[in-house]
């Protein structure tokens, strides 16, 4: 079983970077795929980002490619989120997630396991 803690949120501008980092447990992090998605207030939880097991292969959601980069270092067993230009949009708790298979996927429903979130905070 994976436990998954983020951290990294904070409050920045907007335009500002800011880099999640999201440590897991466990000895078999590479079988994992691994997902970030955020909920912002009032709103559903929504896909931002994800990464196949060996880093090779990667997704993002339509509102943050070109912005924010997923990435993995599994002899850290650490997933991170780089976030560039940020945007008050961007304003959301964000989640980590680890998904019992190679590849990621754009649905919350195929992750097994999720953080507890950290909250991200963009000002205009």
């Known amino acids: 079983q994976a436990q998954l803690v983020e951290s990294g949120g904070g409050l920045v501008q907007a335009g500002d970077s800011l880099r999640l980092s999201c440590a897991a447990s466990g000895r078999t992090f590479r079988n994992y795929a691994m997902g970030w998605f955020r909920q912002a207030p009032g709103k559903e939880r929504e896909f931002v980002a994800a990464?196949?097991?060996?880093?090779?292969?990667?997704y993002y959601g339509d509102s943050v490619r070109g912005r924010f980069t997923i990435s993995r270092d599994n002899a850290k067993n650490t997933v991170y989120l780089q976030m560039n230009s940020l945007k008050p949009e961007d304003t959301a708790v964000y989640y980590c997630a680890a998904r019992r298979y190679y590849s990621g996927s754009y649905s919350e429903k195929a992750y097994d396991y999720w953080g507890q979130g950290t909250q991200v905070t963009v000002s205009s």
């Open positions: 990464i196949s097991g060996t880093g090779g292969t990667t």
